[in-house]
């Protein structure tokens, strides 16, 4: 089964958002878009800016680790415009 790691941004919290699913990305933007405790659930506004598929979700986890450990809103904004 395919697995995404992934990337929303909020314009009302001018925020970045970095995670993995083995949803379908639809419904997953669906549940962060819904009213629910958690950071995404702060506004109904995300959209996926960026997307990468991978094989499992060890991988797809892998990768949003290692974006996150970057801590950096500058090399998110880097990869999204590369």
Same mark, same amino acid.
């Given at each position: 089964?395919?697995?995404?790691?992934?990337?929303?941004? *909020?314009?009302?919290?001018?925020?970045?958002?970095?995670?993995?699913?083995?949803?379908?990305?639809?419904?997953?933007?669906?549940?962060?878009?819904?009213?629910?405790?958690?950071?995404?659930?702060? *506004?109904?506004?995300?959209?996926?800016?960026?997307?990468?598929?991978?094989?499992?979700?060890?991988?797809?986890?892998?990768?949003?680790?290692?974006?996150?450990?970057?801590? *950096?809103?500058?090399?998110?904004?880097?990869?999204?415009?590369?």
């Amino acid at each position: 089964m395919p697995c995404n790691f992934y990337i929303l941004y *909020s314009k009302n919290l001018d925020k970045y958002y970095v995670g993995h699913t083995c949803e379908v990305m639809d419904e997953r933007l669906r549940k962060h878009n819904s009213n629910h405790k958690g950071f995404t659930g702060k *506004s109904p506004d995300w959209v996926l800016v960026y997307k990468e598929e991978f094989e499992d979700k060890k991988s797809a986890y892998a990768r949003e680790r290692h974006i996150k450990s970057m801590k *950096s809103r500058k090399k998110i904004i880097e990869l999204l415009y590369q």
